[in-house]
């Protein structure tokens, strides 16, 4: 773990404007003021603050990011650091300007697209529907579209196993279908959805494909030589799991999977 001890208290304007452009240029634009040797920021659209910091080498790196939301913390994928920001859920140190802002954007994208937002624009977006069959048909096409753009931006946008990124081409694919799932929150929740490419998708949905506990995709015995080839199986990739897609995925194994 890389210390964020050594970063600066106090920054020359060159790097303190690097450094704000990091939080501004991903959706964090509302300065909340310096502290520590951290500098601050909210977004209008997203939960949870966030920190950034540099350390005397200045524009070589290395760089900081502390996230509070916890569910984003949990689940960036970049080298760990500490101590954060006081009231953070964790630090995390990037080697360049680079990095850093991607950093900044994927923790902005899980911010928007983890629970319970979706679940939350849902229910503000439904409040003044009733109960008619026209009404409850609006319903589900508003949920199907937060989850889609939760989803999109949970995946970054692009197919896993394809590198497809056009929205035409891809599918929120819900894991438990929607039909199947218990109340509106688990139908909203991300971590129920993959975003797939279309034939992905179908293979998915129909059973034909599943996935392991580490990601790895799982062929039917009744998918053919074709379709192998155009899902280019044994090229796949194994997908980044947490533990709340692994019990979801466990259940598809046993609900949806065609086994023979």
């Not at 060159?14 to 959706?27: M, Y």
């Not at 569910?71 to 859920?89: F, M, T, V, Y």
């Not at 139908?187 to 998708?201: A, E, F, K, Q, T």
Request: charged share 20%; net charge negative.
């Amino acid at each position: 773990m890389i210390d964020t001890g050594q970063r600066l208290f106090d920054y020359p304007f060159a790097l303190e404007s690097e450094l704000r452009d990091a939080a501004n240029g991903q959706g964090y634009r509302i300065a909340q003021g310096q502290a520590a040797g951290w500098l601050f920021y909210s977004s209008a659209s997203a939960p949870g603050e966030i920190a950034v910091a540099a350390t005397a080498s200045g524009l070589n790196g290395p760089f900081f990011l502390s996230v509070a939301h916890p569910g984003a913390a949990r689940e960036l994928k970049a080298e760990s650091a500490g101590p954060c920001a006081k009231g953070h859920a964790a630090a995390f140190a990037f080697m360049t300007r680079d990095a850093l802002f991607a950093g900044v954007s994927a923790v902005y994208r899980l911010s928007l697209s983890l629970p319970t937002l979706p679940f939350e624009d849902f229910i503000r977006e439904t409040s003044h529907l009733g109960d008619t069959e026209a009404e409850r048909a609006q319903k589900v096409r508003i949920g199907q579209d937060r989850f889609r753009v939760a989803v999109m931006d949970y995946w970054n946008r692009t197919c896993p196993f394809t590198g497809v990124v056009e929205p035409q081409l891809l599918r929120a694919s819900h894991i438990i279908p929607w039909a199947d799932c218990e109340s509106d929150q688990e139908r909203l929740n991300v971590h129920n959805g993959l975003l797939l490419s279309s034939l992905w998708d179908a293979a998915f949905d129909s059973g034909l494909v599943t996935f392991d506990d580490l990601g790895n995709a799982i062929a039917s015995p009744s998918l053919g030589k074709s379709a192998r080839l155009a899902l280019a199986l044994e090229k796949a990739p194994p997908l980044q799991l947490v533990d709340e897609q692994r019990s979801r995925l466990a259940w598809h194994r046993s609900e949806i999977w065609v086994a023979d």
